[in-house]
């Protein structure tokens, strides 16, 4: 039997987006970054409303970019934010990005929604340490996404070990993204 | 810019163990190659001493099969139950296993270890409808392994969405396996 081809990609629009080491020294812009990103995802049919930014913490440079990928490469780990984890991780050769470890600066998530639960998990084995969101787990549940087991204390446990959740600018923004693949007739899979 | 590859594989030894359509009628010949998987991981050097398998609940029928490749493949996303589920929704073309949708009957998973926060998020994504344990979670923390925030509500939520979570059998041979590659000093990345 031949082996198994795994393989993991952005789409061909995105390239342009990924601008590797380029510096968003305003943390408006990065979330901007995470938000166009869902946006794209959307307009070009690529997949579901969700982009995510990986962010050197003091410099602003671009480390890496994802986008929902689940339906299009058939794949359902692939959020937005466990594909910029894998392309940060795979482009500096580390399993880890925390500071010291496998980068030499601490490392922001910025996303256009709420991580759900698997990502958080996935947040926490990556070394990220802070991760910022424009909509909230609210905004995707009253469309009928699910963010899966996440509670009060899960954000107690990130904390304790070093991984801040926040809220961060452009909520309305990216809630009309996904308000707008909603009503479009998307597929919200796994509903 | 050449365009990232990223591209995700088991360890050459591990095709022998993943026979694709073998049928595995007694629970406890499933959960025999899940802790062989993580047995092997360890000896051979791969990777950290979990394993996991995807069953078809009636047949028996082997799907796919996982380990633990953090390290190997310098992804932190890439824990044995991730890897069973990307490679099962690859080989069957779908991004779920869900009876129906895409697959014919449901889906199992068997691991040697109770999964992570990711892990149990991935799965419930997958459209896996039970998840079968050796080792458990106190198992894996007392020798360093961080399981990540789950709670008792966690498994509330997922059997709400009808994903059952359960100790199976081979527990202690499964917590040997972690405890060899403890002792022998393999790395407890993300300790």
């Known amino acids: 039997m031949t082996p198994l081809q795994l393989s993991i990609t952005l789409p061909g629009w995105a390239d342009e987006l990924e601008r590797v080491g380029e510096v968003h020294a305003d943390p408006a812009s990065r979330m901007a970054l995470a938000v166009e990103a869902s946006r794209r995802n959307v307009e070009?049919?690529?997949?579901?409303?969700?982009?995510?930014?990986?962010?050197?913490?003091?410099?602003?440079?671009?480390?890496?970019?994802?986008?929902?990928?689940?339906v299009r490469l058939r794949n359902p780990v692939l959020h937005a934010e466990t594909m910029a984890v894998m392309r940060a991780c795979a482009r500096y050769e580390t399993f880890t990005l925390a500071h010291g470890s496998g980068t030499d600066e601490p490392v922001d998530l910025y996303s256009s929604c709420e991580p759900c639960a698997m990502c958080l998990g996935?947040?926490?084995?990556?070394?990220?340490?802070?991760v910022v969101f424009a909509a909230r787990r609210d905004d995707a549940e009253r469309l009928g996404f699910d963010e899966g087991p996440v509670f009060p204390e899960t954000f107690a446990y990130l904390r304790r070990r070093g991984v801040v959740v926040e809220q961060g600018p452009l909520?309305?923004?990216?809630?009309?993204?996904?308000?707008?693949?909603?009503?479009?007739?998307?597929?919200?899979?796994?509903?």
């Open 44 to 70: 070009m049919g690529t997949g579901g409303p969700f982009g995510a930014v990986l962010f050197g913490a003091a410099t602003g440079r671009l480390l890496a970019l994802g986008v929902n990928a689940v």
């Open 122 to 130: 996935a947040l926490l084995w990556s070394g990220v340490r802070r």
């Open 171 to 191: 909520r309305s923004e990216a809630r009309d993204v996904m308000a707008h693949y909603h009503s479009a007739g998307g597929p919200i899979y796994n509903g």
